[in-house]
C-alpha cells in the first residue's frame, strides 16, 4: 500500500523550521541534508547552506520538508493545511499556542460541533496549520 506524506518547501528558512518543529511538535529529524553536501552540488553556489532535503517524524508520521531550490521564484505557501489531532484538550491547546508565537491566528482555540477544541493558524514560517483536540462523537 502507498504511503502518503506532506512535502512542504521554505524559502531558505527551513533548517530553522526544523529546530522549532522538534522543540513544539517533537518532531523527529531522521535525516537533514544541505544541498553543499549533495553529490550533485547546487548550480548556484549561494544555495549551498540551503536544505536539500529532511525528512521529520511527528508521532510515527513523516512530514518532508526542503528549502526551494528550483530556478523560478519561490511561489510561497498556500492551497493546504497541515493538521494535527491530539487525544487531550490541553495537549491541543499547549501545541497551538506554541506554533501561534510568531504567526497569527486565524481561528482561536474554540469547541465545534466536531471537537472538543480546534483551531487554525499560521505559523512563523507560513505553513497553515488546523490543531483538534478530541473529537466529539455523535
Not at 68 to 77: E, I, L, T, V
Request: net charge negative; charged share 20%; hydrophobic share 40%.
Amino acid at each position: 500500500m502507498p504511503q502518503l506524506n506532506a512535502y512542504v518547501f521554505f524559502d531558505g528558512d527551513c533548517a530553522d523550521a526544523v529546530r522549532f518543529y522538534e522543540r513544539t511538535l517533537g518532531a523527529k529529524t531522521q535525516m537533514m541534508m544541505k544541498a553543499k553536501d549533495s553529490p550533485m552540488p547546487p548550480s548556484n553556489p549561494a544555495d549551498g547552506d540551503r536544505i536539500l532535503h529532511a525528512h521529520l517524524e511527528i508521532d510515527g508520521k513523516s512530514l518532508l520538508v526542503s528549502d526551494w531550490m528550483a530556478p523560478q521564484p519561490y511561489p510561497g505557501k498556500h492551497g493546504f493545511s497541515l493538521a494535527l489531532q491530539y487525544g487531550g484538550v490541553d495537549e491541543a491547546r499547549r501545541v497551538f499556542d506554541a506554533l501561534a508565537e510568531g504567526g497569527s491566528v486565524y481561528m482561536p482555540m474554540q469547541k465545534t460541533f466536531w471537537s472538543e477544541s480546534f483551531g487554525m493558524l499560521i505559523d512563523r514560517y507560513g505553513i497553515h496549520w488546523m490543531v483538534g483536540g478530541p473529537q466529539l462523537t455523535p
